[in-house]
Every structure is written in C-alpha cells, then in structure tokens.
C-alpha cells in the first residue's frame, strides 16, 4: 500500500505513514488497527458533507499474529483469530462514526479481504506462495441501507476485480470499457447466479525465493495453474485440491490453459521489465565506488516448481518462527543453510545478514551481503541492504559508497536519495545534499524525516525564507511535533522574527522541554529586553543541560551572572 508504487494517485489525502518521522519504511511494516482507525477519523473529522470516498486498509491480521490484550488473552490458542477480532472492533468503529454524522444511511460500505492465510494444509503458513483456494477466498461484504438485500449470502464465485463497476454501477456512473471485471448488482438482486471465470497470479515465490511465478485460471468447476508441473484441479468433487487430474483431463486443462493465455494476452500491458543499460560513464562510476559490473544479466534457464521446494519452504517458516520469538542463534543456522541450499536469492543473503546484525554482529552480515553482490550482480536489494548496514555500523563513507551504486542503477531509488541527501549533510556538503534532499522529495513528499531534514538543510544554508515555509506546513500536519515547533523557532529568530520565534519556542517546551528550546528562548527573550524571563529559561536550561557541549554549558554560566547583575 506503499505511494511511491502509484496507489496514492487520485486520493486527496493519503495516508500510508506506518511509523511516524522514520526517515525508512521498514520491511513488512504495518500499522495496527487502533492507529488506522485513528488516522481515518482525524480525517473524517474533515469531511463535513458527502459526496466522499474512502479507503480504510487494516494490516491485522497478518503474520506474526501478536493481538493486543484482551484479545491476546481471549484467543491465547488461536491468535490470528485474535486479530479478526481486533481489527473487527475498529471496523465496528468506522461504522459507528458514520452514524454519528448521520451519513450511516448515505454510504455505501465495502469490506473485502486481499487475500486468505493458510496454516499448513499444503506446508505453507501465511500467503503468496501458492494459487490454492485456501488463500484465494475472501470475505466481500457489500452494505447500503435501504438499497441492497439485507442479509443475502450469495455463494457465486466472484472476483475482487469486480468491486470497482459494481460501485459505480451502485452510484448510477457509467463503467468506463478499460476496467475489468463486470458489476455484481445483477447477483445482488438475485437475477444471476453463475461462477465467474477468475484469472490467478503469484510473483511471490520468484520475487522472494528464486522459484518459479504461477499463473492460473478458474472456470466453472476446473482450476488450471500454470507452472513448471501444471496442476488441474476438480473444486467441485475435490475442494481440498488433493488429486491433480491434469494427466486424466488433458483436453480440459488445454482448454484452461488457452483461456488463461487469451485473459493474460488480454488484459496484459505489453510492458516487459528489463534492467537499464548503463553508459560507459555509469560504468566508471560504479568502477570507481568499489562495484564491477552491477547490472549483469540475471541466471537464465528454468525456475523450480514452488511445489519441489517444500523441504526449503519449511526452512524458512521455521526460521522466520525462530526469529519471531527472540531464537535468533537458532534462527541464523536455518538461514545460514537456506543460502547453501540457494545462492541465486538476494533474499536469501539479506535475512541472514538481517539476523546477523540483530545479534550485533554486523561484520558478518557485511561479509554475507558482499558475498551475495558478487554471485548476483546487479541486485539493488544486495546494495541497499549493505548500505543500510554500513549506516547502522556508522560508517558514512561506505554507505555513502554503497548508496551511491544504486543510483547508478536505480536513479529514483527512494532510501538511496534519502540517505545520500542526509549523509552528505552530515558530511558538511550542504549543497549537494540539497540536490538529493529535492530528488527525494519529488518521489515521497509527504516523508516528515525528510521534509523536517530538508528544512534544517535550508536554514543552515541561510535560506530562511524557504525553510520556514516548509516548517509552517510541518507545523500544520504535525502540530503536536515539539521538534518542528522548536526548529521553527530557532528559524524565525534568526529571520529576526524574535516574537514569532518566542511563541514557537514557548509551544515547543510546553509539549517537550529540551535544552535547545531552554537556550534559544534566553537568545531570544534577551533580545527583546524581557531580562527576568530570559533568566528564568536560562536556569531551566543550566538544570539539565543533558548532552550539550562543555564550553556552551560554561557560557550559559557565565551568561546567567551577566543577566543576574542587569536584574539588581
């Protein structure tokens, strides 16, 4: 649900912050109920009338399952049903503040699931490795009073595909030719009752393991999947998926499997992926940085059947296990041999290195992440990866280094300008960071780590004006960001703004002292001739000076006396 992958374009607002002023989005990150819930409802607070359209995305439940108390408690032996029912009292929550509004009877509700879980009926725990039902099956509930059935089950096999034309349809809009799918309301009114043909997909195992992507049709009472061992399935006298009956039903497959070629060929774009080509300057330049030959062709040949590598996939369900709780020295010896099984996965490489620095051991994740960028060049998830770890390590230079090779392939890689921006800043390189500070921006404008970085970046550059502009908005967004009202504070003072800067930083302490508003409210309370207040500061200031420097606190002293004499 990330913006940067498109998913916020249309929307007014969107809010996809999963931690709050980190300058990454962690892997696998998500939000709990609670904190989506309360982002919908600063939001609705907004909305004063309709028309209005909104999209309300629960993480819960996702693995790990880790429900909060009570549910926690209530459902010790059944944890992910512990987080339906968690995130089902927040949706409970939605509903319950349209009806304050009174808009309960105007909306039209929509809840559907993204995708199903399975728990070790066909060794996969979680999703996306496989195309059976067990993790296709979703919940879709459709609910607007006063104009649709209540309480009507319909057991016809439908598509998420058809949700978008069958709320345009609801609302009287005309379904543009180019969406797919076809309206329900001819089922929801009980006129139709046939499954629809349903295409499938996975790119998880190829994207996450090195195995093969598989692609399916349903139609009727058959499943096709395409794979490098096809599978046909009977749903309706094997719903389990048990026997594969493609050596039985060979002109029944071939059919499926024409149908699923005709729906790919149909509603594919034509694009196909492939790796930029690098200049002979870009060449040099990863020459230069330490990194030969980055962008060399990917292995060819055929992939392995997920279904062949069950034995694997359990190695990384039981590790993933160990790492979920807190085994991280057993966790490592699954991983460790899951690379031997494997060298072809970048991701392989990176969750060992990933629990190797969890145990501090960050030496050898560096070593596991080199060995990787050279058996599979060219793999920006190896980079970042090493990047990052140089970062944790502190080893700016290396990062920087490292940081810099992505680009080289990746010239919109968003950690990459981000990091390159603030490493540079750091360096002193104030300028140069700037350009990589914009770059980011144009990718992930609404980052605050960024935003609030970028404006410090400005302000130090003697670009007030301009920074001030950009803590104003943050100050609007964030208004409870002691951070951003201290910062800017000491930006109107320098502007000569010194009531402006007052006001700012007198909000700052009230949500959160720090010595730095401590010290900048004597600047500027001494500047305007208020000596007694400016006293007052200063020796909140001198109280707790915490990790401010030595000749600063000696100053301060010698200061305090100064304006102590002015008061007798």
């Known amino acids: 649900v990330d913006s940067r992958l498109g998913l916020g374009q249309g929307f007014d607002v969107y809010d996809d912050k999963l931690a709050e002023g980190q300058a990454f989005k962690p892997l696998n990150a998500e939000r709990k109920a609670e904190k989506v819930y309360a982002a919908f409802r600063r939001w609705f607070e907004s909305v004063e009338k309709p028309p209005f359209f909104c999209w309300v995305h629960f993480f819960d439940p996702h693995l790990p399952y880790d429900p909060p108390a009570p549910y926690s408690v209530d459902f010790a032996d059944s944890p992910y049903d512990g987080e339906i029912s968690y ?28 995708h199903g879980e399975a728990f070790g009926e066909k060794v996969e725990t979680g999703h996306g490795v496989f195309l059976y039902d067990g993790t296709l099956k979703v919940p879709l509930i459709f609910q607007a009073e006063g104009h649709l059935p ?7 096999r439908v598509r998420l595909i058809d949700i ?40 998880f195992p190829r994207e996450n393991y090195g195995w093969s992507e598989l692609t399916g049709f349903v139609d009727g009472d058959w499943k096709y999947i395409k794979a490098p061992k096809p599978e046909l399935y009977n749903l309706k006298t094997d719903p389990q998926e048990t026997q594969n009956l493609l050596g039985q039903e060979g002109r029944n497959a071939e059919l499926l499997r024409e149908r699923l070629a005709e729906t790919s060929a149909k509603y594919s774009s034509g694009f196909t992926a492939s790796k930029r080509k690098l200049n002979s300057e870009e060449r040099e330049k990863l020459r230069s940085l330490g990194y030969v030959d980055q962008t060399a062709a990917a292995p060819s040949g055929p992939l392995p059947d997920p279904k062949d590598m069950v034995d694997e996939l359990r190695m990384n369900q039981r590790a993933e ?15 460790s041999r899951i690379l031997d099984l494997n060298l072809r996965s970048p991701v392989n490489y990176v969750n060992l290195a990933l629990i190797q620095a969890k145990m501090n051991h960050f030496d050898e994740a560096v070593r596991i992440l080199e060995r990787g960028i050279a058996a599979l060049p060219g793999s920006v998830t190896l980079l970042s990866r090493l990047a990052h770890t140089y970062m944790a390590m502190g080893r700016l230079q290396k990062a920087l280094d490292a940081w810099q090779a992505v680009l080289v392939i990746d010239p919109d890689y968003f950690d990459a300008l981000l990091a390159s921006a603030w490493i540079l800043d750091l360096m002193g390189k104030k300028e140069e960071a700037r350009g990589y500070f914009e770059k980011a921006l144009a990718v992930e404008p609404e980052n605050k780590f960024l935003r609030k970085n970028y404006a410090l970046n400005l302000a130090t550059m003697g670009n007030l004006k301009e920074a001030i502009g950009i803590y104003e908005r943050l100050k609007q967004d964030f208004p409870d960001d002691y951070e951003v009202l201290q910062d800017l504070g000491i930006a109107l003072g320098y502007a000569g703004d010194i009531n402006g800067a007052i006001e700012s930083l007198k909000a700052a302490v009230g949500l959160h002292p720090t010595p730095v508003a401590y010290y900048n409210l004597t600047v500027a309370l001494k500047k305007i001739g208020k000596i007694d207040e400016a006293v007052i500061y200063l020796k909140l200031y001198l109280a707790n000076p915490e990790d401010e420097p030595e000749d600063k606190i000696r100053g301060a002293q010698q200061e305090l006396l100064v304006l102590e004499k002015l008061l007798q």
């Open 87 to 114: 995130m089902d009292q927040y949706v409970g929550q939605v509903i319950a503040a349209l009806r304050e509004k009174d808009l309960l009877s105007q909306t039209l509700i929509v809840l559907a699931g993204d």
């Open 150 to 156: 209540k309480g009507a089950v319909i057991k016809s």
């Open 164 to 203: 978008a034309p069958s709320i345009l349809d609801l609302l009287g809009l005309s379904v543009p030719s180019e969406i797919q799918g076809m309206s329900l309301l001819p089922y929801m009114a009980g006129r139709e009752k046939k499954d629809l043909s349903t295409y499938l997909e996975t790119y």
């Open 321 to 335: 296990t160990l790492e979920m709780e807190g085994n991280t020295t057993e966790a490592a010896k699954v991983y």
